[in-house]
């Protein structure tokens, strides 16, 4: 008898991890790898998404976001989607540089004006030859860009001017352009990925790093590093990308749910991004850390420099940069 419960319990998980739909059949599961917490506007946004389109897909499909990099850093996610072992993953466009230059385009130094201009972008079909070359070529496909704000410099002593950025170890995304950026701004460019900064810079092996409000709260970095100067250096915006191997097996008319859908979490994010940057820097702010305005004269000149000598690299990367800022 005991082993007939014990079978039957059984069956009830298996059943239970299954789903079902409104037709009885299984529904998919679908996981989404997100590196941040479950307060993040990227968060919210993705599981507004995910609650309707499991409603008008009939339950078809179950969305589960895993937070907090539990299924691994951005670089490594990227890599399961890829390999078809993970259905999505958020990546900031720094991380898809490794395969295809182009994407430097998307996050040169100041190539937004603003977080509207940005927006309107996001909503444009700027990206989408991008996006659709990135499908055919690395077999992820990036569906929607979403706005992860201004980032700028935060660093453990603080700094009395530009100047003082000279020769400071600041942590920057895993890519080359944002490693050449920092050192023109005067830095030390150090990659590395989001989980390992905390401690890096509680131990000095780094000065500080560079982060929008957001990110700088929720993963408590003002703790170890509380003088915060608004350089607004960069924007780099995020991508979600669906592997092709789950993407490929969707129907049709689901696609079509899907890309609405994910498609109207693109405002939806930008408006939690503004709530959410209020909220951080009041976390921050009663957690020790002190926003500063900084004269960025000397960063944004240098960058420009920059930015002329990689764009001279490239037509195509060069095409893209010319239609970020036809929309300004
Ligand atoms: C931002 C961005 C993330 C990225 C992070 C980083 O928070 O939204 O996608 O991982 O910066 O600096 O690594």
Redesign the pocket.
């Known amino acids: 008898m005991k082993k007939i419960i014990t079978l039957l319990a059984a069956f009830i998980l298996v059943l239970a991890g299954c789903g079902s739909s409104a037709d009885g059949t299984s529904s998919q599961k679908i996981t989404i790898a997100f590196?941040?917490s479950e307060s993040h506007p990227?968060y919210i946004a993705l599981s507004e998404f995910a609650e309707k389109f499991e409603e008008q897909t009939e339950g078809r499909y179950e969305i589960d976001i895993q937070a907090n990099e539990i299924l691994g850093s951005?670089k490594e996610t990227l890599e399961m989607v890829q390999g078809g072992t993970l259905e999505m993953t958020?990546?900031?466009t720094s991380l898809l540089e490794n395969f295809d230059d182009s994407y430097v385009a998307l996050s040169l130094p100041y190539v937004y004006d603003s977080l509207d201009h940005q927006r309107t972008v996001f909503s444009s079909d700027a990206f989408d030859e991008l996006f659709a070359k990135t499908s055919t070529e690395v077999g992820v496909t990036p569906v929607a860009a979403y706005t992860?704000g201004a980032r700028n410099v935060y660093t453990k002593s603080p700094m009395e001017s530009a100047a003082d950025l000279s020769g400071k170890k600041i942590r920057v995304?895993e890519s080359q352009a944002k490693v050449d950026m920092m050192n023109a701004m005067g830095g030390v460019g150090t990659p590395m990925?989001?989980g390992e900064v905390y401690t890096a810079i509680q131990q000095g092996i780094i000065d500080g790093g560079e982060?929008?409000e957001v990110?700088f709260a929720d993963l408590k970095h003002y703790e170890v590093a509380p003088n915060y100067y608004y350089t607004e250096h960069l924007m780099?915006p995020?991508v979600v990308v669906v592997s092709n191997t789950f993407f490929d097996t969707m129907s049709d008319s689901d696609k079509e749910i899907f890309n609405a859908l994910i498609e109207e979490s693109v405002t939806r994010e930008f408006e939690l991004w503004i709530e959410g940057v209020e909220a951080a820097k009041t976390t921050a702010t009663e957690g020790g850390a002190k926003f500063n305005e900084i004269d960025k004269t000397a960063f944004q000149e240098a960058c420009f420099e920059l930015n002329e000598k990689t764009l001279a690299t490239s037509e195509d990367m060069t095409k893209i940069y010319n239609q970020i800022r036809d929309l300004a």
């Open positions: 590196n941040q990227q951005q958020l990546v900031s992860a995304m990925s989001q982060n929008n990110t780099v995020d």
